[in-house]
């Protein structure tokens, strides 16, 4: 079992926790919570944090080599579908990392650099998976949301699907450092929800959602889409409405 991990009973953030400390985390460091006072989300939204049976950790990472470092939410991603499906139940991805069970989100990453004089040092890799929420809290979100007991009809263990999901995480994380989102393309692309059908792309800075074919992910992680104009083009960000 992974031996660097901080358990907090309330915080406001484990991404806010870890990145005010960052300096003193070592590599690898996994910061969890039972609650969370102001869960945070991608695009500034609020992540749902009360329900102490769910999933609220972030990993401190370090590696010297940093160029993939990019690609580690989309891995994160896979992570998480894999251990959802060791509860029989069919996970999908995303793009870039959203896990969906049902067309509905049950798990949220956030991934936030540590910058020191403008160079990068690391991440923090935020995840939050619903295990144990009630259909009435879930439906107080504004988007289609899903927990896992819900889908098993049981109440879902956290110790171990927490213990599942950080030993799946380190398990091919060395790889994934060295080789990209090469090392785990195939277990992605298995799971995806989104190539070959129309999409509504949102970017990261504005509201406008436009209409692609999603046609393939590159070597790199990137979406491929080809627009009205039958031009080819890659999606560095932004969300996809499917
Ligand atoms: C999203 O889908 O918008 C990302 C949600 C990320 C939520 C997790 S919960 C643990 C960590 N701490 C936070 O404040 N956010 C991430």
Redesign the pocket.
């Known amino acids: 079992m992974h031996s660097n991990i901080i358990n907090f009973d309330t915080i ?5 926790y ?1 990145l005010e400390h960052f300096e003193n985390l070592e590599d690898k460091t996994v910061i ?2 039972l609650s ?1 006072t ?6 500034n ?1 609020v ?1 749902v ?1 009360e329900n102490r049976e ?5 990993i401190v990472l370090k590696p010297s080599k940093k160029d993939f470092l990019p690609n580690i939410t989309q891995y994160m991603s896979v992570c998480c579908a894999g251990v959802i499906e060791t509860y029989n139940v069919k996970a999908q991805i995303k793009y870039p ?2 896990v969906l069970v049902d067309n509905k ?1 049950i ?4 991934c936030e650099s540590y910058l020191k004089n403008n160079i990068i040092q690391g991440v ?1 890799l ?4 619903n295990l144990n929420m009630p259909q009435s809290v879930l439906n107080t979100i504004d988007r289609p949301a899903v927990s896992l007991n819900i889908i098993t009809g049981e109440n879902i263990n956290r110790q171990e699907f927490f213990n599942k999901l950080v030993n799946e995480f380190f398990n091919n994380y060395d790889d994934v450092i060295q080789n990209g989102f090469a090392s785990f393309k195939e277990d992605y692309i298995l799971r995806n929800n989104f190539l070959g059908k129309n999409v509504y792309i949102q970017q990261r800075d504005n509201d406008i959602k436009e209409n692609f074919f999603a046609q393939k992910m590159d070597d790199n992680g990137n979406l491929v889409v080809i627009g009205n104009d039958g031009k080819e083009k890659t999606i560095f960000s932004g969300d996809i409405i499917l």
Do not use: M, P
């Open positions: 406001d953030s484990t991404n806010t870890a969890t919570a969370q102001k869960g945070r989300g991608r695009f939204r992540w944090s769910n999933i609220y950790l972030s990392n959203d989100k798990c949220g990453i956030l923090v935020g995840i939050g998976v």
